[in-house]
């Protein structure tokens, strides 16, 4: 039981070093430092929502446009900075991984957080002003918005996990994802609610977790307004065998690694 607390407490101080290591050496000290971990994708949220705003996107639905935004492009930004942060993780990082205490898992972990954390706090600011602002209204069920989030980060992790594994060994992958992140960008639900589409294309878009995530995040946001169609369950099977093939993938990443 000790060499368990033991092995926490290490890994949990291994683990807030590189997240320091991180905000430092990705924003400095300069301006305004580590903020822009919450200020760059709230920027990019605010812009396009303006953008969706002003052309009177909201012509073609009854929804609340600024609210299918916000929650679009947050859920978004938060599975897809999380692959693009992680898929290189191994190569930006491996004059650390000789410590011994610092494991490629600890470095995955690390960067995802911080994804996290961001994406988060950048939902809660970017709302904050809008509703304050006229153009959203609160919430309706905020436990099913951090639900939704869950979901979103757990598949941006584990979609990593399994990314950056390959990427490490087999460096085509890093070219054979930029189409498939295209096609999971469009598939996700940013531009549309999963009830307006015809049971076959429904039936496709909801293989993928990430539309489940984004209709449970808008369905916490104005569910009251639309037909949800989502299935916690299945994201959550889906997510758990990502999680374990990337965890194996990356134990035999980091044996490869240990024999260089």
Same mark, same amino acid.
Request: proline share 3%; glycine share 8%; charged share 15%.
């Given at each position: 039981m000790?060499?368990?607390? *033991?092995?926490? =407490?290490?890994?949990?101080r291994?683990? $807030?070093a590189l997240l320091m290591?991180e905000?430092? =050496?990705?924003?400095?000290? +300069?301006n305004?430092? @580590?903020?822009w971990?919450?200020?760059?994708p709230?920027?990019? !949220?605010?812009?396009? =929502?303006? &953008?969706w *705003?002003?052309?009177r996107?909201?012509?073609?639905t009854s929804?609340?446009?600024t609210a299918m935004?916000v929650? $679009?492009?947050i859920?978004?930004?938060?599975w897809r900075?999380?692959v693009?942060?992680?898929?290189?993780?191994?190569?930006?990082n491996n004059a650390?991984l000789?410590h011994?205490? /610092?494991?490629v898992?600890d470095v995955? &972990?690390s960067r !995802?957080?911080?994804e996290?954390?961001g994406a988060?706090?950048?939902f809660v600011?970017?709302s904050?002003i809008?509703i304050?602002?006229?153009?959203m209204?609160?919430?309706?069920? =905020?436990?099913?918005?951090?639900l939704?989030f869950l %979901?979103?980060?757990?598949?941006?992790?584990s979609?990593a996990?399994?990314l950056?594994s390959?990427i490490?060994?087999?460096?085509? @992958?890093?070219?054979i994802?930029k189409? %498939?992140?295209y096609?999971?960008?469009i598939l996700?639900g940013? @531009?549309f &609610?999963?009830?307006w589409?015809p049971?076959d294309g429904r *039936?496709i878009?909801l293989l993928?977790?990430?539309a489940?995530g984004l209709?449970?995040?808008?369905?916490?946001?104005?569910?009251s307004?639309?037909?949800?169609?989502?299935? /916690?369950g299945?994201? #959550?099977?889906c997510?758990? $065998?990502?999680t374990?093939?990337?965890l194996?993938?990356? +134990?035999?990443?980091g044996? $490869?690694?240990? #024999?260089e």
């Open positions: 000790k060499e368990l607390l *033991h092995s926490i =407490t290490v890994q949990r291994v683990i $807030g290591r905000i430092i =050496t990705r924003y400095g000290r +300069n305004i430092g @580590f903020l971990l919450f200020v760059e709230a920027l990019y !949220t605010i812009v396009i =929502t303006l &953008i *705003h002003y052309t996107a909201g012509r073609i929804l609340p446009i935004a929650t $679009g492009y859920s978004i930004q938060l900075n999380i693009g942060r992680v898929k290189n993780a191994v190569s930006v650390i000789f011994r205490n /610092i494991k898992l995955f &972990i !995802t957080l911080l996290v954390f988060f706090f950048s600011v970017v904050t809008f304050n602002v006229g153009w209204g609160y919430p309706e069920d =905020t436990l099913k918005i951090i939704a %979901i979103l980060s757990w598949f941006g992790a979609l996990l399994n950056g390959l490490s060994r087999f460096p085509i @992958f890093d070219r994802w189409p %498939i992140s096609a999971l960008f996700s940013l @531009f &609610i999963v009830d589409l049971p *039936h878009v993928f977790p990430m489940h209709e449970l995040l808008r369905d916490g946001y104005f569910g307004m639309f037909t949800a169609h989502y299935d /916690i299945y994201a #959550a099977i997510c758990l $065998g990502m374990l093939s990337g194996l993938l990356l +134990n035999l990443t044996r $490869g690694w240990d #024999a």
